[in-house]
C-alpha cells in the first residue's frame, strides 16, 4: 500500500526566506506526483504536475523535483512571502492496478511571518 | 479556464433530510471525482466517474448516491446523513484518470 509522508508537518518562516518541504513515498512506481496548496476552508489548487519522466517542474517562484527511484519529491519555495502561508499537500498517483487514485500525504502549514 | 465550481458553497441539513451538491467543469475533462475532506486530515476519495460511468467507488455508505448526467456536471446525493458527516466536499477533474487534478472550492456541509 502507499504511503506518502509529508516532513515537516509545520514550519514558520520570516518573509524573503527559501525554503523546502518534503515529500517521501514508498512505492516508487508511480504514474505522477502532484503538488497542492490548500487554503484553511478552501478547495486544492493545482501547483506543479511531475510525470514519473520527467526529474523538475518549475512555475514562478516554484520549483519541485522528483526522485522516483529514491521515492523524494522536493518543493522549493523562493523568497518566500506572507501569501504563500497555506498547507500544502503532495499527492503521488499510481498506475493500472490501483485504477490511478490519488494519495496524500498529510500536508505540511507554512507559515510566512511579515 | 481550469474552474471547476461547487453549490452550494455552505449546506446545513437535518438527519432525514434530501439534499444534492453540485460539481460542474467546462474544461472537457471526462474523470471527475468525489472526495470527503475532515478538518486538518488529507482528502479521502470517495468517488470516481470516468466517460461518465462510475469506475470506483471507495465502499462509501449508501446514504451518499453519485451522479454524472453528462460529461460537465456531477451530483452527490445526500440523504439520512449522520453528523459524522459533516466535513468539506470537494469535487475535482481531470482530462483523464492519469491527468492532472483540478479541484473546485468545496462545499461544507453540516449535518445537525
Known amino acids: 500500500k502507499q504511503e506518502v509522508t509529508q516532513i515537516p508537518a509545520a514550519l514558520s518562516v520570516p518573509e524573503g526566506e527559501n525554503l523546502v518541504l518534503n515529500c517521501s513515498f514508498t512505492d516508487s512506481a508511480i504514474y505522477n506526483l502532484q503538488w497542492f496548496r490548500q487554503d484553511p476552508g478552501k478547495g486544492l489548487t493545482s501547483l506543479l504536475l511531475?510525470?514519473?519522466?520527467?526529474r523538475e517542474q518549475t512555475s514562478g517562484r516554484l520549483n519541485a523535483s522528483l526522485d522516483k527511484s529514491s521515492g523524494r519529491s522536493t518543493l522549493y519555495i523562493a523568497a518566500s512571502q506572507p501569501g504563500d502561508s497555506a498547507t500544502y499537500l503532495c499527492?503521488?498517483?499510481?498506475?493500472?492496478?490501483?485504477?490511478?487514485?490519488?494519495?496524500f500525504g498529510k500536508g505540511t502549514l507554512l507559515t510566512v511571518n511579515p | 479556464d481550469t474552474e471547476v465550481t461547487q453549490t452550494p458553497k455552505h449546506l446545513v441539513m437535518g438527519m432525514t433530510n434530501k439534499k444534492s451538491l453540485k460539481c460542474e467543469q467546462h474544461m472537457g475533462h471526462r474523470a471527475m471525482y468525489w472526495y470527503k475532506q475532515k478538518a486538518k486530515k488529507p482528502p479521502e476519495l470517495m468517488f470516481v466517474y470516468s466517460y461518465e460511468k462510475l469506475s470506483i467507488n471507495e465502499s462509501v455508505p449508501s446514504r451518499f448516491s453519485p451522479e454524472c448526467p453528462n460529461s460537465s456536471l456531477l451530483n452527490l446525493h445526500l440523504h439520512a446523513l449522520q453528523p459524522e458527516d459533516s466535513a468539506l466536499y470537494l469535487c475535482a477533474s481531470s482530462q483523464g484518470l492519469v491527468g492532472e487534478q483540478f479541484f473546485g472550492p468545496g462545499t461544507r456541509l453540516t449535518v445537525l
Open positions: 499527492a503521488v498517483k499510481l498506475g493500472g492496478g490501483s485504477n490511478y487514485k490519488l494519495t
Open positions: 511531475i510525470q514519473s519522466s520527467q
